[in-house]
């Protein structure tokens, strides 16, 4: 298990000062009761599959292949695969609503750090997806403007151990350096930690404006 980790590690970007983190944050679409255009709107977090710009396949955490529609494209020129919230309604293909980019974190090892910093964000909640590949989590990040820039700020996460006893056991914790950046507005957010080459049980520690929180998911 130990050896899994730290090839995570390796094969991740471990320059640590330079994982800057940039987010545009669009404004939360109300939700409508009743028969509204959106009374039957899904939000799925989602592996989508880019080939040649266009989009391949999109596979939800549940498992579900969803209908591409003809006309979803992306910027990308090489093949890749992008982590995103989907907002849509079901359907042949699927009526794409508003999607969210959703950043797959940086894992940098303790060791590699000379100085951790654990600036304190809000933690709107964290789940073990339900394929059990991912740990999901949505953020607050204080920051100056309302555009929704996170700037200068930086997050990754954390490898501290690794334990092979029993099921095997990885510890983390979110590092984030507010960068002296004035904390007057919230922007949401979205994390997706890989974990399908990490042991059963995975730690993970936040420093949140009410102290730190713990967060323990099995797989």
Same mark, same amino acid.
């Given at each position: ?33 009743? %028969? ?41 020129? !090489?093949?890749? =695969? ?54 999901? =989590? ?38 984030? %350096? ?21 042991? %059963? ?5 936040? !420093? ?12």
């Amino acid at each position: 298990m130990a050896e899994a980790a730290m090839y995570l590690v390796r094969n991740l970007n471990s320059s640590l000062f330079f994982l800057i983190f940039l987010f545009l944050i669009t404004a939360c679409t109300g939700y409508e009761t009743g %028969d509204g255009e959106l009374s039957d709107m899904r939000a799925d977090y989602a592996d989508v599959v880019v080939k040649q710009g266009r989009v391949a396949s999109i596979v939800t955490d549940d498992g579900v292949s969803l209908d591409v529609p003809p006309s979803l494209m992306y910027a990308e020129k !090489n093949d890749t =695969m992008l982590r995103r919230l989907l907002y849509y309604h079901q359907g042949s293909p699927i009526q794409l609503l508003r999607q969210v980019a959703v950043g797959i974190p940086a894992v940098v090892s303790s060791t590699d750090i000379t100085e951790m910093k654990t600036d304190p964000v809000t933690l709107t909640a964290s789940w073990l997806s339900a394929d059990k590949r991912y740990v999901n =989590m949505q953020l607050g990040i204080k920051c100056g403007s309302t555009d929704g820039e996170i700037q200068r700020q930086v997050l990754c996460l954390c490898l501290d151990s690794v334990s092979q006893s029993d099921a095997g056991a990885a510890w983390f914790t979110l590092y984030h %350096d507010q960068a002296d950046m004035p904390q007057y507005y919230t922007n949401d957010v979205y994390l997706s930690l890989p974990v399908s080459g990490l042991p %059963d049980i995975i730690h993970l520690n936040i !420093n949140t404006y009410q102290g730190c929180v713990q967060r323990t998911f099995v797989k």
